[in-house]
């Protein structure tokens, strides 16, 4: 008969492993391993939340994963937000410095007399 730490020392080792294994996909994906960090950590903490209210551990794996792309989703559509109006205060400011540097210059493009 296996006592139960037995089995505990077991996942123990096992999730280390797992630990060691993402940490290779995140090294070595380049640019996907930002995708794969939000994917991972967003299922985590997803996870924990499910277990947290007593969910069983399919229901926690269903609700994990889809946690993770929502999430995942999420965070695309905040930094392209975020990307776009960066990209507007940069027109923005290239636009004023333009007619800053046309007055100074006497050509003011702007159609209004002075």
Known sequence: MTSPLT???AML??????VVAVGVILCFAGVASLNLAVLVSAFAVV???ADVFGASTGIALLVAAAGAVAVWVLVRVVFRTALFFVGALAVLGWLSQRRISARRLGN???GRST
Request: proline share 0%; net charge negative; glycine share 6%.
């Open 108 to 110: 003011d493009t702007s």
């Open 7 to 9: 089995h505990c020392d």
């Open 47 to 49: 996870w924990l939340l």
């Open 13 to 18: 080792d096992m999730s280390g492993w797992v």
